[in-house]
């Protein structure tokens, strides 16, 4: 069976197509699956006989693995610019100035008034300063005088001051 080389044409181009759709869609791979059979399928239409196609089956693959493990050593050895604007090779390390919380630790054992109730967390003030804190598990009305007992990873946790008569009794 013959086919004219429009027809041959098409079907590969349909092929091509689908597969850059492939690309861009994401999906279950139909587009894929299809372009893969479409190119497969020009080329056995195209091929005289079956050695023919064989042998254009088995230079498309070898061109193609050639190509993928030409970029995939482009890409690992970070040479291209193209790469460069692509992959982050930046880290947001603290020794750069990249921190997730402010160190907190000089807060110990200050005392401050709660702005907010803190069930059991809310705001604090201390020496001007609002800071988020957290109860150890107790209710803290606004207004109450309170005392840092503990900062861990930027977490200040307070409890009520005790008055000289509650710390007698």
């Known amino acids: 069976m013959s ?11 349909i092929g091509v197509i689908m597969l850059l759709i492939e690309i861009f869609v994401t999906g279950f791979g139909i587009f894929g699956v299809l372009g893969i059979g479409a190119v497969l399928a020009s080329l056995i239409m195209a091929g005289a006989s079956v050695g023919q196609v064989g042998l254009a089956i088995g230079l498309a693959v070898f061109l193609s693995l050639a190509a993928g493990f030409w970029a995939y050593r482009r890409i690992k050895s970070n ?10 090779t930046d880290s947001t390390s603290s020794e750069r100035g990249y921190l997730s919380h402010q160190d907190k630790e000089q807060l110990r054992g200050k005392v401050g008034i709660s702005l907010t109730q803190l069930r059991p967390a809310g ?6 300063n609002r800071v988020d804190a957290v109860t150890e598990g ?9 005392v840092v007992q503990e900062v861990t990873h930027g977490r200040v946790i307070v409890r009520v001051q005790k008055t ?6």
């Open 138 to 146: 107790n209710f803290i009305n606004s207004g109450e005088q309170v």
């Open 79 to 88: 040479q291209s610019l193209l790469w460069r604007g692509l992959i982050l």
């Open 123 to 128: 705001t604090i003030e201390i020496d001007g």
């Open 3 to 13: 086919f004219s080389l429009g027809v041959i044409l098409a079907v590969f181009m």
């Open 164 to 169: 000289k008569e509650e710390s007698l009794t």
